[in-house]
């Protein structure tokens, strides 16, 4: 379970590294360079955050699901 | 138009002695250099230019075409009357009302505006198919004139067709209000010869030969009062009969029909009559004699019938020439409509000018702002000139002047023998336009150079203000997190998609939709096009996280818990229900909430937990990314004591307090609390307790807490001071400093009395100086001298705004929270009220009006209602809790001098 944690910090450092490529990658021509790179880079970014909040907020609940209506044939 | 023709021969000697022009020409399009000017306004110079009076008009035209230049007003202290093109502004004022005119009667008739933007070759005039700047054509003095008098004697024509129309009309009614007057007396007097009424009339026309009784209408709503009126007027002594008007004559006063009533009175008398018609015509009665004898009545009645037959022919044909005459107007009022307010443009934009009266008035003045970057592109325009352009376009302009007037060519005649002094007096007049950048200490104009696509997110933030010059533009970070921030609160698969569809067509026709006229609603979810493609896209993706769609959850992955029974009535048979709990598998559900906790009782629970911290830290990840705009501020003002007395204390405090808080959430989710069998410290006691009684600590989240938070107390308790005092110590310090400085001068020179006096004076006249250069527009000026007493209270200000700020924003953005509860329940409820009871009902015709009533209140409430107050609420967390970080928002926005053509309307 404690690696789990560390999906967290892999992942960032992938989305890091897709953003820094990003970076270079922008286009230079058109005169859309900063525009490309800061909604490239911003949204990716807003992404993890919102999917590593997600996933974190999962690891340890301190609340466990439980029904009471569930009928005998979904139970695995 | 013929003209034209010596201003071309004119301009290919210019390219033929001047190569430095034709260079310039070649140099049209070389727009690639330009700063992208998103991140921070683009850099503006003021331009000074003195232009040849001759051919002022002409580069007014080219400027207007351009876009390029803000031109300051030069004449602010002469009144508005007395400009220099007053006159001219007054002439096209008049045409332009003219027009408004034909407009009013154009709609009368219904006849259609031909539209310029359903014409193709409008748009290739326009905005040119290669994408190259096509000059628009400038029209003479003498086709303005041409203009102004077709209009003229065009308006008289039509007003006097309009009277004429307007006369006839009420003859037409007159006469037929007497048909049926007629026709009605008719109907009374067969009645009386057939004796049906035992009253006996009939011997009042044998007395004396004149008749006694009044016939006409009335309106029918006054019959009762006129017969009131009567009856106490002539003591009863009268005899008042009405009949109904079946058809309601027309009432050219109010312009409507009006119901009417005949009526007959029986008196005698000539006074008593002549009080009868009064009391008649003041109540809009009208009187038509109706003859006793029958004979009579139907000459009468034949008569007028035979004038109706003329009237209604006469009638006919002034209204089809009017029309005809209209439709002739309505082909070409449009194009007219646009040089006039071409013209008007230009001579407004003139009227900013100064008039050189030094230079014997053969020169204007004129002074303005333009991109650093543009100057020698418009340089190049200005001197080399798009002469070609000016010949094609003037065609089209001189053929559409010939369609409304064949015959005056006089006026054009004139401006003829104009064009060709023109030519003669100076050889290229366009090369005398002398272009000179100048130095100034006002404040430019704030120009982010937008596109389609960041046109609408620039706007959100210029709605609030308008960026400082130079400073970091809101509107660059707004194009993710604006979307972004609506799509936390409104996560949901379905919805983002069926919003995210609507965007996508607007986006893929904006072509076609971008030349329909729009309502005003339609037109402004047309302008944030690409804002809801964007939060279409988002609310995907966060309702991909959130696991919803259509409130509904998705099994992508397999599950991060297995369920236990712990109880329930099952009989292993299939039957009854069983109470179970999740037990948590080795894997964690990779991506989003685990589709395991939809439906069950603890769900809701969870998602609470879940969506608050959410929105705290995301909400603190905005502000604390929104406050390092504030560094790149300073970073770039080179203004150190605002880092290091705002910037710093600032970051720290908010650090300390939110910082820890969202560190803290972090690392509680990665303990496993119950494995470890300890108590989970609940955070926000934490924070509250590290306040009111630090120190104490009710349940450990980690080790050597009490202390950490006691530090961080500390800390955030010293930034208050430092952000309050260090920039006002600092200021005191400097003024001192400069002071001293002016001492030492003044004991140097070792006159200190005089030189006291002289350095008043020289304050004096440095503050004229000062008042000179900028007495013509006040709002411009740099900032004026500010005393240690303005910095102290606008820093206190400051810091109290700040501290509060931290905690209010912080707490603001549990909005996210809130909105994004509320959507996911509100769509769940909507799910189980309709189509889940038509699937329990099992019947085909249930479902399918359920499921049309569930489609059309997802679209109309969850969509389209709960959209626009998720995104209302996005907005304010930009102005507010993001933008007020580092957006200082005083600037003043760029407008330059554009034509701006709309369709007469």
Same mark, same amino acid.
């Given at each position: 379970?404690?690696?789990?944690?560390?999906?967290?910090?892999?992942?960032?450092?992938?989305?890091?590294?897709?953003?820094?490529?990003?970076?270079?990658?922008?286009?230079?021509?058109?005169?859309?360079?900063?525009?490309?790179?800061?909604?490239?880079?911003?949204?990716?970014?807003?992404?993890?955050?919102?999917?590593?909040?997600?996933?974190?907020?999962?690891?340890?609940?301190?609340?466990?699901?439980?029904?009471?209506?569930?009928?005998?044939?979904?139970?695995? | 138009?013929?003209?034209?023709?010596?201003?071309?021969?004119?301009?290919?000697?210019?390219?033929?002695?001047?190569?430095?022009?034709?260079?310039?020409?070649?140099?049209?399009?070389?727009?690639?250099?330009?700063?992208?000017a998103m991140f921070r306004s683009a850099e503006m110079s003021l331009?000074?230019?003195?232009?040849?009076?001759?051919?002022?008009?002409?580069?007014?035209?080219?400027?207007?075409?351009?876009g390029l230049i803000q031109f300051r007003d030069?004449?602010?202290?002469?009144?508005?009357?007395?400009?220099?093109?007053?006159?001219?502004?007054?002439?096209?004022?008049?045409?332009?009302?003219?027009?408004?005119?034909?407009?009013?009667?154009?709609?009368?008739?219904?006849?259609?505006?031909?539209?310029?933007?359903?014409?193709?070759?409008?748009?290739?005039?326009?905005?040119?198919?290669?994408?190259?700047?096509?000059?628009?054509?400038?029209?003479?003095?003498?086709?303005?004139?041409?203009?102004?008098?077709?209009?003229?004697?065009?308006?008289?024509?039509?007003? *006097?067709?309009?009277?004429?129309?307007?006369?006839?009309?009420?003859?037409?009614?007159?006469?037929?209000?007497?048909?049926?007057?007629?026709?009605?007396?008719?109907?009374?007097?067969?009645?009386?010869?057939?004796?049906?009424?035992?009253?006996?009339?009939?011997?009042?026309?044998?007395?004396?030969?004149?008749?006694?009784?009044?016939?006409?209408?009335?309106?029918?709503?006054?019959?009762?009062?006129?017969?009131?009126?009567?009856?106490?007027?002539?003591?009863?002594?009268?005899?008042?009969?009405?009949?109904?008007?079946?058809?309601?004559?027309?009432?050219?006063?109010?312009?409507?029909?009006?119901?009417?009533?005949?009526?007959?009175?029986?008196?005698?008398?000539?006074?008593?009559?002549?009080?009868?018609?009064?009391?008649?015509?003041?109540?809009?009665?009208?009187?038509?004699?109706?003859?006793?004898?029958?004979?009579?009545?139907?000459?009468?009645?034949?008569?007028?019938?035979?004038?109706?037959?003329?009237?209604?022919?006469?009638?006919?044909?002034?209204?089809?020439?009017?029309?005809?005459?209209?439709?002739?107007?309505?082909?070409?009022?449009?194009?007219?409509?646009?040089?006039?307010?071409?013209?008007?443009?230009?001579?407004?934009v003139?009227?900013l000018?100064?008039?050189?009266?030094?230079?014997?008035?053969?020169?204007?003045?004129?002074?303005g702002w333009v991109p650093t970057?543009e100057?020698?592109?418009?340089?190049?325009?200005?001197?080399?000139?798009?002469?070609?352009?000016?010949?094609?376009?003037?065609?089209?302009?001189?053929?559409?002047?010939?369609?409304?007037?064949?015959?005056?060519?006089?006026?054009?005649?004139?401006?003829?023998?104009?064009?060709?002094?023109?030519?003669?007096?100076?050889?290229?007049?366009?090369?005398?336009?002398?272009?000179?950048?100048?130095?100034?200490?006002k404040t430019p104009p704030t120009f982010h150079r937008t596109n389609?696509?960041t046109q609408a997110f620039q706007d959100i933030c210029d709605c609030y203000g308008t960026a400082q010059y130079r400073e970091v533009n809101a509107g660059l970070?707004t194009?993710?997190?604006?979307?972004?921030?609506?799509?936390?609160?409104?996560?949901?698969?379905?919805?983002?998609?069926?919003?995210?569809?609507?965007?996508?067509?607007?986006?893929?026709?904006?072509?076609?939709?971008?030349?329909?006229?729009?309502?005003?609603?339609?037109?402004?979810?047309?302008g944030?096009?690409?804002?809801?493609?964007?939060?279409?896209?988002?609310?995907?993706?966060?309702?991909?996280?959130?696991?919803?769609?259509?409130?509904?959850?998705?099994?992508?992955?397999?599950?991060?818990?297995?369920?236990?029974?712990?109880?329930?009535?099952?009989?292993?048979?299939?039957?009854?229900?069983?109470?179970? !709990?999740?037990?948590?598998?080795?894997?964690?559900?990779?991506?989003?909430?685990?589709?395991?906790?939809?439906?069950?009782?603890?769900?809701?629970?969870?998602?609470?937990?879940?969506?608050?911290?959410?929105?705290?830290?995301?909400?603190?990840?905005?502000?604390?990314?929104?406050?390092?705009?504030?560094?790149?501020?300073?970073?770039?003002?080179?203004?150190?004591?605002?880092?290091?007395?705002?910037?710093?204390?600032?970051?720290?405090?908010?650090?300390?307090?939110?910082?820890?808080?969202?560190?803290?959430?972090?690392?509680?989710?990665?303990?496993?609390?119950?494995?470890?069998?300890? *108590?989970?410290?609940?955070?926000?006691?934490?924070?509250?307790?590290?306040?009111?009684?630090?120190?104490?600590?009710?349940?450990?989240?980690?080790?050597?807490?009490?202390?950490?938070?006691?530090?961080?107390?500390?800390?955030?308790?010293?930034?208050?001071?430092?952000?309050?005092?260090?920039?006002?110590?600092?200021?005191?310090?400097?003024?001192?400093?400069?002071?001293?400085?002016?001492?030492?001068?003044?004991?140097?020179?070792?006159?200190?009395?005089?030189?006291?006096?002289?350095?008043?004076?020289?304050?004096?006249?440095?503050?004229? !100086?000062?008042?000179?250069?900028?007495?013509?527009d006040d709002e411009e000026n740099s900032?004026?001298? *500010?005393?240690?007493?303005?910095?102290?209270?606008?820093?206190?200000?400051?810091?109290?705004?700040?501290?509060?700020?931290?905690?209010?924003?912080?707490?603001?953005?549990?909005?996210?929270?809130?909105?994004?509860?509320?959507?996911?329940?509100?769509?769940?409820?909507?799910?189980?009220?309709?189509?889940?009871?038509?699937?329990?009902?099992?019947?085909?015709?249930?479902?399918?009006?359920?499921?049309?009533?569930?489609?059309?209140?997802?679209?109309?409430?969850?969509? !389209?209602?709960?959209?626009?107050?998720?995104?209302?609420?996005?907005?304010?967390?930009?102005w507010?809790?993001?933008m007020?970080?580092?957006f200082v928002g005083e600037g003043l926005p760029y407008l330059p001098f554009k034509?701006e053509?709309?369709?007469?309307?």
């Amino acid at each position: 379970m404690a690696s789990s944690f560390y999906t967290v910090v892999i992942v960032f450092l992938v989305v890091a590294l897709i953003n820094t490529i990003a970076w270079f990658l922008a286009p230079k021509k058109g005169g859309n360079t900063t525009v490309f790179r800061s909604t490239f880079i911003l949204a990716l970014s807003m992404m993890y955050l919102m999917w590593a909040i997600t996933y974190l907020a999962q690891l340890h609940p301190l609340v466990v699901p439980r029904r009471s209506d569930l009928r005998p044939e979904f139970v695995e | 138009m013929t003209d034209l023709i010596p201003t071309k021969d004119a301009n290919h000697t210019g390219a033929a002695t001047g190569t430095s022009a034709a260079q310039g020409g070649a140099k049209y399009n070389d727009k690639n250099e330009k700063y992208e000017a998103m991140f921070r306004s683009a850099e503006m110079s003021l331009v000074e230019m003195f232009i040849p009076y001759e051919i002022a008009r002409a580069v007014a035209y080219k400027l207007g075409d351009l876009g390029l230049i803000q031109f300051r007003d030069l004449n602010t202290k002469i009144r508005a009357f007395q400009r220099h093109f007053v006159d001219d502004i007054k002439k096209l004022d008049n045409i332009e009302r003219q027009y408004q005119y034909f407009l009013t009667l154009l709609d009368q008739y219904g006849i259609d505006l031909h539209d310029l933007h359903l014409d193709p070759a409008y748009d290739d005039q326009f905005n040119g198919s290669d994408g190259t700047l096509h000059f628009s054509s400038v029209p003479n003095a003498g086709d303005i004139d041409e203009l102004a008098n077709t209009a003229n004697v065009l308006e008289n024509k039509l007003v *006097e067709m309009v009277d004429g129309l307007k006369n006839l009309k009420s003859q037409k009614n007159e006469l037929e209000q007497n048909r049926a007057v007629l026709h009605k007396g008719d109907e009374f007097f067969s009645s009386l010869a057939a004796g049906s009424s035992g009253f006996d009339l009939s011997g009042a026309d044998s007395n004396g030969g004149s008749s006694n009784f009044v016939t006409g209408c009335l309106p029918r709503d006054k019959i009762g009062v006129v017969e009131q009126i009567l009856w106490r007027v002539l003591r009863g002594n009268l005899y008042f009969h009405s009949m109904e008007i079946e058809q309601p004559s027309y009432d050219s006063k109010t312009d409507s029909f009006v119901a009417k009533n005949f009526f007959i009175i029986y008196t005698h008398g000539e006074v008593i009559m002549n009080r009868v018609y009064k009391v008649i015509e003041s109540l809009d009665g009208n009187i038509y004699p109706v003859p006793s004898v029958s004979l009579e009545r139907s000459l009468n009645l034949q008569k007028i019938n035979n004038q109706l037959t003329d009237l209604n022919i006469l009638l006919e044909n002034t209204k089809s020439l009017l029309i005809q005459e209209l439709t002739l107007v309505s082909t070409t009022l449009n194009h007219s409509y646009e040089t006039v307010v071409k013209e008007k443009q230009v001579y407004t934009v003139m009227n900013l000018w100064q008039y050189d009266a030094e230079n014997s008035g053969t020169t204007l003045v004129a002074e303005g702002w333009v991109p650093t970057d543009e100057i020698e592109y418009l340089t190049n325009v200005l001197i080399s000139g798009g002469s070609g352009n000016v010949s094609d376009d003037g065609r089209t302009f001189s053929s559409f002047s010939n369609d409304v007037t064949p015959g005056s060519s006089s006026s054009s005649g004139n401006t003829n023998t104009n064009a060709n002094v023109n030519s003669s007096t100076s050889h290229n007049p366009q090369s005398n336009i002398i272009v000179n950048v100048i130095s100034t200490n006002k404040t430019p104009p704030t120009f982010h150079r937008t596109n389609k696509f960041t046109q609408a997110f620039q706007d959100i933030c210029d709605c609030y203000g308008t960026a400082q010059y130079r400073e970091v533009n809101a509107g660059l970070p707004t194009i993710v997190t604006f979307p972004f921030m609506f799509a936390i609160m409104f996560g949901d698969m379905g919805h983002g998609f069926l919003m995210f569809l609507a965007a996508l067509m607007l986006v893929l026709y904006e072509g076609k939709i971008g030349k329909m006229k729009r309502d005003e609603i339609f037109d402004m979810a047309f302008g944030g096009r690409y804002i809801l493609l964007f939060m279409g896209l988002f609310s995907m993706y966060t309702g991909f996280l959130y696991n919803d769609c259509f409130s509904k959850s998705l099994t992508f992955f397999q599950s991060g818990w297995h369920w236990v029974t712990i109880g329930g009535s099952g009989d292993g048979n299939g039957n009854g229900a069983l109470i179970v !709990v999740g037990e948590q598998n080795e894997n964690i559900y990779p991506f989003g909430l685990d589709y395991l906790w939809h439906g069950t009782e603890t769900g809701l629970l969870f998602s609470n937990s879940y969506k608050m911290k959410l929105s705290i830290l995301m909400g603190f990840i905005h502000m604390t990314y929104s406050y390092m705009f504030s560094l790149v501020n300073h970073l770039h003002f080179k203004s150190m004591i605002d880092i290091i007395g705002n910037f710093i204390p600032g970051l720290i405090f908010m650090q300390s307090i939110f910082g820890y808080l969202s560190v803290c959430i972090v690392y509680k989710w990665s303990i496993d609390w119950i494995k470890d069998k300890r *108590e989970a410290p609940g955070l926000l006691n934490m924070l509250i307790n590290m306040f009111l009684s630090p120190g104490n600590i009710d349940a450990e989240l980690y080790p050597n807490q009490s202390s950490v938070q006691i530090w961080l107390l500390l800390l955030a308790l010293i930034c208050v001071p430092s952000l309050l005092l260090i920039k006002p110590i600092h200021f005191k310090i400097m003024e001192n400093k400069k002071n001293k400085l002016n001492h030492g001068m003044s004991l140097g020179n070792g006159e200190s009395r005089d030189n006291e006096e002289g350095e008043l004076l020289l304050g004096d006249e440095q503050q004229n !100086v000062a008042n000179v250069d900028n007495d013509d527009d006040d709002e411009e000026n740099s900032h004026g001298n *500010e005393t240690f007493g303005d910095v102290m209270i606008h820093q206190v200000i400051h810091t109290i705004e700040f501290c509060l700020n931290c905690v209010s924003h912080t707490a603001s953005y549990l909005r996210l929270w809130a909105l994004s509860l509320a959507h996911a329940q509100l769509s769940e409820v909507l799910w189980t009220m309709t189509i889940d009871i038509g699937f329990k009902s099992q019947s085909v015709f249930m479902i399918f009006i359920l499921f049309a009533l569930w489609f059309v209140l997802t679209v109309a409430v969850l969509v !389209v209602m709960e959209g626009t107050s998720a995104m209302l609420h996005s907005l304010r967390l930009h102005w507010v809790e993001s933008m007020s970080k580092f957006f200082v928002g005083e600037g003043l926005p760029y407008l330059p001098f554009k034509f701006e053509i709309e369709d007469l309307a």
